[in-house]
């Protein structure tokens, strides 16, 4: 036995060497700023204009990109530059100032930081590619005896070229209108698939449920077909436009019957976002839904939010919306449900 214990010692040696080099290497990426200053730490991700990268001393920092003069990593990258085209490599220490060396296949490609929009470490780790946010809102109007509930949350799951998302926007009002309580709710929960082609194309699939008691709409369930085009994707401000095909099943509160419609879908987005502390995340959105199976039927849905970082990763938030149908599926005039919300949030 005696005779083994050196063997034993050396294998041992050996693992803890290994274990504490593996350690080391998630943590041998480099930054190099401006100032002549660097930071070593583990490169998590890069997006919307920041780099965050995790520290031992100093936890996670998030380094805004025109603080930066060059960076290093020897791990694999999806880089995506604002035209929409993406690399996949390493990222090498550039002789030019503000940019990147992209390690390719037998190529080293300098790209300025200004031209990249997102930086993604390729991992197996599942949990990893996981990202989203929560709010939640209470409001409660005087002068029309409204109390409002509001929870708003979204999911994602990043592939290297995919997107899965989860969506929920639940409303609930109680309303004290002659002694008597008028209850409304208004509710979204959506599912969708979004695969990103070379370039500033992508399209996908969802399913959506709806439920708005003040468009007399007991619930919609809907599956639809989109693609959609990035007019403009850089460090601050996103716009695209997405159009396709939406077959949906509708109840109106007041019967038992219910119909099925066939729906074009024309939409925008806009989106402008200021990554210095505090935070602030303005979107816009407008889409609208012509029927191909009622005659002169538009549906109209447009959102307003704004939110603003109060400390890190919790904001507060202020959404208008403002849905519009011009034949419900009940019969009757136009209809038109607005409302404004309160929330706080925290994003993950």
């Keep these: 036995m005696n005779g083994t214990q050196p063997g034993y010692s050396l294998l041992l040696i050996i693992l803890l ?3 504490a080099g593996s350690a080391q290497a998630q943590k041998n990426d480099t930054v190099y700023l401006l100032n002549g200053d660097r930071i070593t730490g583990e490169f998590k991700k890069y997006e919307n204009g920041l780099l ?12 805004e990109y025109d603080k930066i003069r060059t960076v290093h990593s020897s791990k694999y990258f999806e880089i995506v530059k604002k035209t929409g085209f993406s690399y ?3 990222i090498t220490v550039s002789e030019t100032e503000r940019s990147v060396g992209i390690c390719v296949t037998n190529d080293t490609i300098t790209e300025a930081i200004s031209d990249i929009v997102e930086i993604t470490p390729i991992k197996h780790r599942f949990w990893k590619k996981f990202y989203g946010s929560v709010d939640l809102g209470v409001s409660y109007y005087k002068s029309t005896q ?34 008597s309580l008028m209850i409304s709710r208004k509710n979204d929960v959506s599912l969708s698939y979004s695969h990103f082609f070379q370039g500033k194309w992508w ?3 969802g399913a959506k449920m709806q439920q708005n008691t003040e468009l007399d709409l007991d619930y919609r369930i809907q599956l639809g077909l989109a693609a959609g085009y990035d007019i403009v994707r850089t460090n601050p401000v996103r716009l695209y436009v997405m159009g396709g095909l939406i077959v949906n099943r509708e109840k109106p509160t007041d019967s038992v019957s219910f119909s099925s419609n066939f729906e074009g879908l024309m939409s925008t987005k806009f989106t402008w976002l200021q990554y210095r502390h505090p935070k602030i995340n303005i979107s816009t959105s407008f889409s609208a839904y012509p029927s191909f199976t009622v005659s002169n039927r538009w549906r109209l849905e447009y959102n307003l939010s704004a939110k603003y970082e109060i400390v890190t990763d919790l904001f507060l938030g202020l959404t208008f919306y403002d849905d519009y149908d011009s034949k419900p599926s009940g019969g009757g005039p136009e209809l038109n449900d607005w409302s404004v919300i309160f929330s706080v949030g925290y994003s993950f």
């Design 17 to 19: 060497c290994t274990i």
């Design 52 to 63: 965050y990268l995790k520290t031992d001393g100093m936890s996670t920092l998030n380094i």
């Design 88 to 90: 996949y490599g390493s």
């Design 146 to 179: 409204t109390l409002q509930y509001y929870f708003d949350g979204i999911l994602n799951y990043r592939g290297r070229k995919d997107l899965l998302s989860l969506e929920m926007d639940l409303l609930f009002s109680e309303q004290d209108v002659a002694d």
């Design 203 to 205: 399209g996908g699939i």
